[in-house]
Structure formats: C-alpha cells, structure tokens
C-alpha cells in the first residue's frame, strides 16, 4: 500500500518562486535534453528549476496516495486506479475493462507512471493494490506483458504472483503476444481452462476496438498536458513577453514545444481509431510567440562540451575547424535541405530558401525542416541530420543493422529498384543535441513522396498513367520484407530503418526507369 505522508516537507514551500507547481516545472525541463537533467547550470532559469527538484519529487512520491474510481465514474469504459499526490497532481494511473462472463476478470489495458516519478516504486505499488483488488472482487485479472526481456522491470509481473496463461490454457495459442494471468485464491481450485479461452478469444476479437478506446484516452490526456505546457511557458517568461522582448532561452523552450507538439500531431493522424475529435486546436500559441525565430540548441554550453560521438575520424578531420569548434551554431547556420514540402511551402509565399523560420511557420508547416542541414565538405554533399540525446543508443543499434544489410545485400535488386544503404558517417554532440553527418541521396522519405503524388496536380496527373502510389508502396513494402529475410530478427528490428526512393529534387517526381514492358524506382535506399 502507498508510503505514509512526509510530514517535515510541505510541499507548496518548496515551489519555485516564479509559482510554477512541480508538473509544470517538470514539463518545462523535459523540453531540455535528458542529458540536461542530471545537474543545474549557472543559467538563471535552471537554478530556478532544478532548485530543490528531486528533494521535491521524492516527498511528492512519499505523500501520493492510490485511489480506485467507482465503476459508474469508468473512462471511456475503462476503470481506473490513480495514484495522486497530495496536491492532487495525478502521478501513474492503471487503466482495466471489466468481463462478467463466463468468469468475472479485469483485463490490464495499461498501467502508466509519469517518467520524472519511474523507478521509486510507484508501479509496483499500483500493482500491488490491483492484486488486492482482485482478490477482493474475487476475479481473475488479465494482461499482455509488453515490457522487452532485456528491462529491468521485465519481471515486475512475476514478482506479483502473475503467471503466464499457458499455464491454465495449455499450448501456447495466443502467438506474438505474451498474455499473463493472475488467479485469486478463491478461485485457484477451479478448473479455469474453458472460461479462460472464452475469455482470451473475446478479448482478441475486441482488441482492436480496445485500443481505440486506448488511443482517446491518450490523446485527450496529452492535449491537457500540452495546454498546461504552455500556460507553464507563457507564465515562466511573462516578464519578457510583457516588454516584448525575447532571450535566446525563450526562443528554445517555445520552439521546442513547437516540435515536440508538431511531432505528436503527426503521430496521431495514424492512430486507429482517431477521428479529430479531440482537436489539437485547443493549443494556440499566443501571437506574442508566432514571430519569434526559432531556436533549436540550448543557448548556453553545458559542462559537457561538443565531443565526436562515433565516426569516421578522417571525415571529422575534414570538418571546418569552426564547426568542430562549435559544432550546433556552425550547423544550425547551414542551409536547410531543399526537401519537397518546404520548397513547395515557400513557392506559396514568395519565399526563397533563405528566409529564416519562425515558430509560428513550424505549426503552420506542420514539420521542422531546420531539423536537416546541407553541407559540401570538399567535392562530395552531406547532410546533417538533429536528433535528441536520447536517440543515440537507437541510432547505433541502426548503424550495426545497416552494416549488416549492406554486407549481405551488395547490387540486390527489389521490385526492379537497386537497394542501396545510408548509413550514418559521423555523429557529434554539442548543447542538448545530437547531429548526424550523411550523405546527400538523389532520394525522399517514402512518406512525403507519397504526400507530394497526393498534393501535385501534375503528379496527381502521372499517378493516374503510371500508379507511381502503387510503385512506391509496393517497392517499399518489398524492400523492408527482403531486408528482414535477410537479416533475420524479428518486426521490430524493421522500425528502426527509415526507407527513401529516388527523387529529382529539381523537377519535384520521382525518378524512374521505363523499359518495354515496366516502369520502377531507380533506387531505394535503407537509413
């Protein structure tokens, strides 16, 4: 059960002087890279942040309490157990669905602790409580344990007397799942196999509507979350917006909202079962913040300074000695890449490639195009690409994937195509960032190829004589099945390899190659 209040430690006192609550603090340091989080700096506002802030967590995590909502409060169908500080600020919740027949069950959707609040116990407490739930109500609970083998908390199942369902079902058949049951005592002299199969065939046959279910939920949770995040930024720097001036930090706490806000209205377009109803309108930038330029780094270095994190030492020696020296201001001043979508969204305007971004144009073109760079380094173009401090461990795990492909894949063809690799060549950390140097391909993302055949009346055109949509997806699709062939490994491996098509950049189509009786990509390439 929850740890007993902290007494000593009121938690309003320990608040910073601006007024921000501990969720809105947390929110605005996790607009800064993680690797930002393990110290302050003499940067006035992570003094104000990281004042007292893990002492902070600690006593929030030591004065939470769980609350079970009533069944007629449920969720979107699901019911709900909390665990809620003593402020009432919501720190994990565990989501189930009841079944009354033919046994009655809860089946597990989600449990979820906020990340600044993992790995002090708060999961396990959620389960312990549910396990004493089900014992109270005398019902069989049911979950699919997603947790990777490799997790430290791989087990935390087991540890609650979970066990997994074969054990009451027999031979495995449920595959690609790892479905675990817990029986209450009142219930474990029972011959439990039949009902349990009911049980687990209607799950499966309701799964998909499950996660639809899921899927909202998540969505109107995060619109609260990305509201608060913004009411937190706009009263952290309401000194500044007031006199309508803007410090380099203000422009990167607000642009890095912006992408993380644009990144997640991309991701739901996919979603089974989104259908808008949750708009992501409610989030509006004030116009005080639309015209600011964007700031993607931090604007102040960190104790740890620009390092060489893998790569080609040879390359890196051919870098410009300003670039190695300040490796995020000399590549953030690059050009950006000449991509489809914003050449076409500057053509609209009457812009040139030049012209310098505002926040207010990342929401409007809905993607971050500062976020890839151009640059020649002696005869040969490279790009660079941002991404997050985080990203690097998945990046590596790319990097052996794509030497794997490569070595096993030399002048293979798929669906006509010649697939090639684009392996990164060199990764450099500098102010919360990390930046990947590649080679410039004659290719695009799938995805925006994709987006530009929809969007281009004369592609829309050409699509109609040659299905250049069919092309694409088949190559792809194609590529992606024979790389997993050949490389072994299971669907997830998959993920982690992006796939481009070639593309004249120039003329905005893709590039082709028309023999007598066929047309297809000139090249496809794995990155």
């Known amino acids: 059960m929850p740890h007993e209040v902290c007494q000593n430690r009121p938690l309003i006192d320990a608040q910073s002087h601006k007024g921000l609550s501990l969720h809105e603090r947390l929110g605005l340091i996790g607009l800064i890279d993680e690797g930002m989080r393990q110290g302050s700096s003499d940067y006035p506002m992570m003094a104000d942040l990281f004042n007292d802030l893990w002492e902070l967590v600690n006593a929030t995590v030591a004065g939470s309490r769980i609350n079970s909502v ?55 407490e959620i389960l312990k409580h549910f396990r004493e739930f089900l014992i109270r109500r005398s019902a069989v609970g049911i979950l699919d344990n997603i947790i990777p083998e490799e997790d430290l908390t791989y087990d935390i199942y087991l540890k609650q007397s979970w066990e997994q369902i074969e054990t ?31 049980l687990m065939h209607h799950l499966i046959r309701k799964r998909a509507a499950i996660e639809m279910r899921h899927n909202e939920s998540m969505v109107q949770r995060t619109i609260h979350e990305l509201k608060e995040l913004n009411s937190a930024l706009l009263s952290y720097f309401d000194e500044e917006i007031s006199v309508g001036e803007s410090s380099p930090l203000m422009r990167f706490m607000f642009t890095r909202f912006v992408t993380k806000f644009i990144a997640f209205r991309r991701r739901i377009e996919t979603l089974l079962g989104y259908t808008g109803g949750e708009s992501l309108e409610q989030v509006v930038l004030a116009p005080e913040i639309t015209g600011l330029h964007a700031q993607s780094y931090v604007p102040f270095d960190p104790e740890n300074g620009p390092e060489m994190v893998s790569g080609d030492k040879t390359l890196w020696a051919r870098l410009p000695a300003a670039l190695k020296r300040q490796p995020a201001r000399f590549i953030e001043a690059l050009p950006n890449y000449k991509r489809p979508n914003l050449l076409g969204w500057l053509g609209e305007r009457g812009l040139d490639s030049g012209y310098s971004l505002t926040i207010g144009d990342l929401m409007d073109l809905g993607f971050d195009p500062t976020r890839l760079k151009e640059i020649r380094i002696g005869e040969e173009e490279f790009i660079f690409e941002r991404i997050q401090v985080r990203q690097l461990k998945d990046l590596e795990k790319k990097s052996v994937l794509l030497k794997q492909v490569e070595q096993e894949m030399g002048g293979l063809k798929v669906k006509n195509a010649t697939l090639k690799v684009n392996p990164p060549l060199l990764t450099i950390r ?25 969007s281009s009346p004369r592609l829309k055109g050409m699509d109609g004589e040659l299905k ?54 000139e090249s496809v390439w794995m990155a």
């Open 70 to 124: 009533k069944p007629e409060d449920s969720r979107n169908g699901f019911r709900v157990i909390e665990i809620n500080a003593e402020t009432g600020e919501n720190l994990g919740r565990l989501n189930m669905l009841y079944m009354k027949k033919p046994i009655p069950c809860y089946y597990l959707v989600y449990v979820e602790v906020a990340a600044p609040f993992r790995r002090k116990g708060l999961g396990t």
């Open 168 to 198: 009451v079902t027999g031979n495995p058949v449920f595959e690609g799942h790892q479905y675990m049951i817990y029986i209450p005592p009142k219930l474990r002299e029972r011959d439990l196999k039949a009902p349990v199969l009911k």
């Open 430 to 454: 500098d102010r919360g960032n990390a930046y990947v140097l590649r080679r410039k391909i004659a290719g695009i993302h799938w995805e925006e190829a994709a987006e530009q055949i929809h």
């Open 468 to 521: 250049l949509s069919r092309i694409i997806r088949g190559t792809v699709r194609e590529a992606h099945r024979v790389v997993l062939d050949k490389v072994g490994g299971c669907d997830s491996r998959d993920d982690l390899l992006t796939c481009f098509v070639s593309w004249d950049i120039r003329a905005n189509q893709p590039l082709l190659m028309v023999d007598f009786s066929n047309c297809y990509l």
